[in-house]
């Protein structure tokens, strides 16, 4: 009995010292944090793209909301109610321009909703009513873009006509003047069209509209070199800014032999423009570069570096214009001065790929490893690295017959054939036994 109760007063003690808690004392005791799991992040699966994360459109005004509200509509196939919340969006609309996107957007639901003449008229109103001419301009490119695959030819080209005469920018008008003759050529109206604009030059000689039509047509689609040319002199005249037409007379007088009279155009123009001479420099170069003139090309072409601080785009330049030329060692000299003018490194390394590659091609392999090695170790630009890494197995299985002697000849060792033995005849073959009945 003394024994059981010594026992049992070791193990009040063990407890107490080992931290073991009464039911009053845990209760008594703070409640300790439980320990959270740390999370792991999703382990990616090679090859299997990261979806992206997910725009959420905070409208600024009330015209927004109703967009976006509409685009939703449409996601989901609710047709009716898309067409009145863009309906809503286009009057909370203050903006012209929005509002034209706007209004092409509820017309392309029209042409789903296969009510092509509510898309026209709707866009034909936007034309009329803004005040705005870009957004006036948008609106007609949509209409007559709707009015060509309806393919009501006459309708879309008015809309093309409409466009050139009230565009601003000379971008637009070339557009809209290029899908007109593309019209006239499919419809099989360009004869008709031709004797209307001859006649309105013979009306008004200063017409733009008809001038430039004309010139195109005779320039591509009716060869016709000594009219085109007559029409674009007088185009040029008229707009002497334009270095569109500028370039097509220059090509003008190339056809026709004259590179003087290009040149002649260029340096007009570039004394109007004194801060675009690599331009006019380079303009100059080729015209007599493609006449034949060898010596007078290099000489306008040296006058891209001629100047008191030369950068490294013109020495690109003169080594691309030496590249055309054949004249690679050249080309190589100028890109080696570009890559010490470079500015940045992603430039810097540009000029390398591109000094490296003309190395290559007249047999500086060992140097133009080295640039591309450089380029390789040092380019933070993935286009660059793999372009490099391409050129250098190229460069390992091109051989290298300038570096490497060939092997003397050796004589070969003369060889006394072996007889043929003589062979065995055939046997004659023997003729088969007839057959003898057996005896019954």
């Not at 133009?368 to 170790?377: D, M, N, S, T, Y």
């Amino acid at each position: 009995m003394k024994n059981v109760r010594l026992w049992l007063m070791a193990v009040a003690v063990m407890a107490a010292t080992s931290g073991i808690l009464t039911a009053g004392e845990k209760a008594a005791a703070p409640a300790k944090p439980k320990r959270r799991r740390p999370v792991r992040a999703a382990r990616r699966v090679p090859g299997k793209a990261v979806p992206a994360a997910k725009r959420i459109l905070i409208p600024k005004n009330d015209s927004e909301y109703y967009q976006a509200l509409a685009e939703i509509h449409s996601r989901y196939q609710i047709l009716d109610d898309a067409e009145k919340c863009y309906l809503m969006a286009i009057e909370k609309e203050k903006d012209p321009e929005n509002a034209v996107r706007l209004q092409s957007s509820l017309a392309k639901l029209y042409i789903t909703l296969n009510r092509e003449s509510d898309a026209v008229g709707l866009l034909e109103i936007a034309a009329r009513t803004t005040a705005n001419k870009a957004a006036q301009v948008k609106a007609l490119f949509e209409l007559a873009r709707i009015l060509e695959k309806s393919k009501k030819t006459e309708k879309a080209i008015d809309a093309y006509k409409a466009i050139s005469a009230a565009a601003d920018r000379p971008r637009d008008k070339h557009t809209a003047r290029a899908a007109l003759l593309r019209l006239y050529q499919r419809s099989g109206k360009l004869d008709q069209a031709i004797q209307d604009y001859e006649k309105k030059v013979a009306e008004t000689p200063d017409d733009e509209e008809a001038l430039y039509i004309l010139s195109e047509v005779y320039d591509r689609l009716k060869p016709d070199p000594e009219k085109a040319t007559a029409i674009i002199e007088r185009l040029q005249a008229k707009t002497p800014d334009d270095r569109q037409l500028q370039d097509r007379l220059a090509i003008a007088y190339l056809k026709h032999e004259q590179p003087e009279k290009a040149v002649e155009l260029f340096k007009r123009s570039l004394e109007r423009k004194p801060d675009e001479k690599s331009h006019y420099f380079g303009r100059s170069a080729e015209t007599y570069r493609r006449a034949g003139n060898k010596e007078e090309a290099l000489e306008w072409a040296r006058k891209l570096v001629e100047t008191d601080e030369p950068t490294a785009e013109a020495h690109d330049r003169l080594a691309r214009f030496y590249a055309v030329m054949a004249m690679n060692k050249e080309a190589v000299g100028e890109l080696q001065k570009a890559i010490e003018l470079a500015k940045t490194p992603h430039e810097r390394h540009r000029f390398m790929l591109m000094c490296g590659d003309a190395m290559s091609r007249f047999g500086e392999i060992e140097s133009a490893r080295q640039l591309f090695e450089q380029v390789l170790h040092e380019s933070k630009d993935d286009r660059y690295k793999r372009f490099a890494q391409k050129m250098l197995s190229k460069l390992q299985s091109k051989p290298q017959l300038d570096k490497i002697a060939p092997l003397p000849g050796r004589p070969r060792p003369k060889v006394t054939p072996v007889p043929k033995r003589p062979r065995k005849p055939e046997p004659a073959p023997v003729a088969p036994k007839p057959e003898t009945e057996k005896p019954k």
